[in-house]
């Protein structure tokens, strides 16, 4: 088992479960090989190391290699994006957290964008976002997003349709958050 972690300097790093230091890759620069501001990490179906990267998603493989990008450093997308998480559902498809837009988008295998959900937090509804920073699936493919402006988890279904579920408030009780980050 492995657990992949980031250095501020933008390279990726590898720790195996026994806390040893496997090895590291990448560095700060433009390139499709190099890293601005990694943020969020996952793996995908085919044991590939998936990278939120300041405005883009990088898929490497287990060596460092790239083996895809999408977002403003690979496949063109409409507009800028800032992941803050992101995950893979069980068919694939990226699932990319968006502070930026305050966004969920979607991503088939490939990189290209199939849709986009929630707006802006100018009054609190359910699909409303305020900051988003971190999401995840389950083992439905529903997706958890993680709202840190507005102290909350919600739940979607895995079309990104329906809010299921929405939990937490700001407060330091149980079932409150500060700021939730990353899930």
Request: aromatic fraction near 12%; glycine fraction near 10%.
């Amino acid at each position: 088992m492995w657990r992949y972690l980031f250095s501020v300097q933008g390279k990726c790093g590898v720790v195996r479960d026994e806390a040893v230091f496997s090895r590291s890759w990448g560095f700060s620069g433009s390139s499709t090989q190099h890293f601005c501001y990694p943020s969020r990490v996952c793996v995908d179906n085919n044991n590939n190391i998936v990278v939120a990267d300041s405005s883009c998603i990088r898929v490497m493989q287990r060596d460092g290699s790239v083996v895809l990008t999408f977002g403003l450093c690979g496949v063109a997308f409409a507009f800028p994006f800032s992941p803050t998480g992101v995950c893979v559902n069980s068919v694939g498809d990226f699932i990319v957290a968006d502070a930026n837009n305050c966004l969920v988008l979607t991503f088939s295998r490939d990189g290209t964008f199939m849709r986009a959900f929630g707006t802006q937090y100018p009054l609190p509804e359910m699909n409303q976002f305020v900051s988003i920073s971190g999401v995840c699936v389950d083992g439905d493919d529903r997706i958890i997003v993680v709202d840190s402006g507005r102290h909350c988890i919600q739940v979607l279904s895995r079309d990104c349709a329906t809010v299921l579920r929405t939990f937490g408030t700001y407060g330091s009780v149980v079932g409150q958050f500060i700021g939730p980050n990353g899930v």
